[in-house]
Nanobody, 121 residues
Framework: QVQLVESGGGLVQPGGSLRLSCAAS????????AGWYRQAPGKQRELVAR???????VYADSVKGRFTISRDNAKNMVYLQMNSLKPEDTAVYYC???????????????WGQGTQVTVSS
C-alpha cells in the first residue's frame, strides 16, 4: 500500500510564501515522475509543476518564476516552494507520483488527499 501525504498548506496573504511537502510511504521501488496539481472551486484540476527522476521540471505558465518544485529521492519526498502568491493561486493542491512498488513490475499513478492553499488579505 502506498500513501502520499501532503502538508504545508494554509492561509497566506498575497505576496507571501508557502512550502508544500509530499511524503510517499510504502514499499516503493522507485518514483519516476512526481508533481503537483491544483483545483480551484468550479475549475478543472490543472498541472502546477512536475519533476522527473532526472530532475527535469515542467511548470504551468501561471507559476513560472514564482514556484519551484524539488525532490529528495532518498526520503521519497517532493516539495513545492511557492513565492509571491496571488489570490488566483487559491486551490486544493494535490501531490501525485508515478511509481513502482517493490513487489510489482507495473508502474502506476498515486495521488494524495490534497491540501488547501488560500491566498487572501
Amino acid at each position: 500500500q502506498v500513501q502520499l501525504v501532503e502538508s504545508g498548506g494554509g492561509l497566506v496573504q498575497p505576496g507571501g510564501s508557502l512550502r508544500l511537502s509530499c511524503a510517499a510511504s510504502g514499499n516503493i521501488f522507485s518514483i519516476y515522475t512526481a508533481g503537483w496539481y491544483r483545483q480551484a472551486p468550479g475549475k478543472q484540476r490543472e498541472l502546477v509543476a512536475r519533476i522527473t527522476s532526472g530532475s527535469s521540471t515542467v511548470y504551468a505558465d501561471s507559476v513560472k518564476g514564482r514556484f519551484t518544485i524539488s525532490r529528495d529521492n532518498a526520503k521519497n519526498m517532493v516539495y513545492l516552494q511557492m513565492n509571491s502568491l496571488k489570490p488566483e493561486d487559491t486551490a486544493v493542491y494535490y501531490c501525485y507520483a508515478v511509481l513502482r512498488l517493490a513487489a510489482e513490475v507495473r508502474v502506476r499513478d498515486y495521488w494524495g488527499q490534497g491540501t488547501q492553499v488560500t491566498v487572501s488579505s
